[in-house]
């Protein structure tokens, strides 16, 4: 490895640690602890237990669906999504996150996140 390409190593190191959360060495401690545990065969999620949630099936077109469908739009107002996607996607060839590219090459500018939504 010549200067150059540990200078842009360095760099990276660097941009690593500002742009991860508490840091590289938080980040390796928290890898550490991670791998120890399951190392140990220890599940921190073993005191749960899945359930299917109680719930009620709606019908288009009957009279519940209709007054819980205008229930639902009194409330989008205090609606918001949380994407867990992350990621660049650079292995793409991609200059932006996934949910930004295109769906098609066809029309501009009609991302996945605009699709689906």
């Known amino acids: 490895?010549?200067?150059?390409d540990q200078t842009k190593l360095a760099v990276q190191v660097v941009r690593l640690n500002t742009t991860?959360?508490?840091g590289l060495k938080d980040y390796c401690e928290?890898?550490?602890?991670?791998l120890e545990c399951s190392r140990a065969n220890?599940?921190?999620f073993d005191q749960y237990k899945p359930s299917?949630?109680?719930?009620?099936?709606?019908?288009?077109?009957?009279?519940?669906f209709?007054?819980?469908?205008?229930l639902g739009l009194g409330e989008?107002?205090?609606l918001c999504f949380v994407l867990i996607a992350g990621?660049?996607?650079?292995?793409?060839g991609f200059s932006s996150i996934k949910i930004s590219l295109p769906v098609c090459t066809i029309v501009e500018d009609y991302s996945y996140m605009k699709y689906y939504a």
């Open 1 to 4: 490895m010549d200067a150059a």
């Open 20 to 22: 991860t959360p508490n």
């Open 30 to 34: 928290r890898a550490k602890r991670l």
């Open 42 to 44: 220890f599940n921190p």
């Open 52 to 64: 299917v949630p109680v719930g009620v099936y709606l019908k288009p077109g009957q009279k519940q």
């Open 66 to 70: 209709d007054e819980m469908e205008e």
């Open 76 to 78: 989008l107002k205090n």
């Open 87 to 92: 990621g660049l996607s650079e292995r793409l």
